[in-house]
């Protein structure tokens, strides 16, 4: 059943880090309420309330935007392949952007991601568990290599695409993304 966390602690850190894929959520005062799938390894625990995760180019920029405006930040992960268990990380988040000051020091944490957009820094302040009961089983493959090919094909074609389609989410809310 639920259970309530100040922090992440150990067993939960060690959960994280074996996920494959988590979602995010955010939500502007107004407009739609957007959840994405993420993966790729692109998440680290930096502490008992701290994570960060890099965000690779996308269709949409919908989590920069909700952040600047509220930014109120859940991320959510699902046991898939063993014991059932949902675990939520309810926090507060900035968004940081290439060449942005904390870039150059967070960059570094995960496996190059070419096309890589921002990296979200949530200061955590509840974690929540729940039974996960209804969750199916799934058997992690292996990851997608879409994203780094479609990137590598783009070269710094990557760039203009964020320019011409990263600057307001779909509600058109400024995103923040860097005008270059």
């Keep these: 059943m639920a259970q309530q966390f100040s922090e992440?602690?150990?067993r939960l850190q060690k959960f994280i880090e074996a996920q494959h894929i988590y979602f995010?959520?955010?939500a502007a005062s107004t407009g739609r309420v957007n959840v994405s799938p993420k993966g790729l390894d692109s998440l680290r625990v930096l502490g008992p309330n701290r994570v960060v995760w890099l965000n690779g180019t996308g269709s949409g920029n919908e989590t920069a935007a909700h952040i600047l405006e509220t930014n109120r930040m859940t991320i959510m992960f699902c046991s898939f392949e063993t014991k059932p268990l949902i675990l939520r990380l309810y926090g507060t988040a900035k968004a940081i952007h290439v060449g942005e000051p904390g870039?150059?020091?967070l960059l570094p944490l995960f496996p190059p991601m070419k096309g890589s957009r921002n990296i979200f820094d949530v200061e955590v302040d509840l974690?929540?568990?729940?039974?996960?009961f209804g969750v199916p089983f799934m058997d992690f493959v292996e990851d997608?290599?879409?994203?780094?090919?479609w990137s590598q094909k783009k070269g710094e074609g990557v760039v203009d695409y964020q320019?011409?389609?990263n600057h307001f989410s779909i509600d058109g809310f400024p995103t923040g993304l860097p005008v270059v």
């Design 8 to 10: 992440i602690i150990d």
């Design 24 to 26: 995010v959520a955010t």
């Design 103 to 105: 870039w150059d020091e």
């Design 127 to 132: 974690v929540q568990t729940s039974c996960g």
């Design 144 to 149: 997608r290599d879409t994203m780094d090919k």
């Design 163 to 165: 320019q011409a389609n």
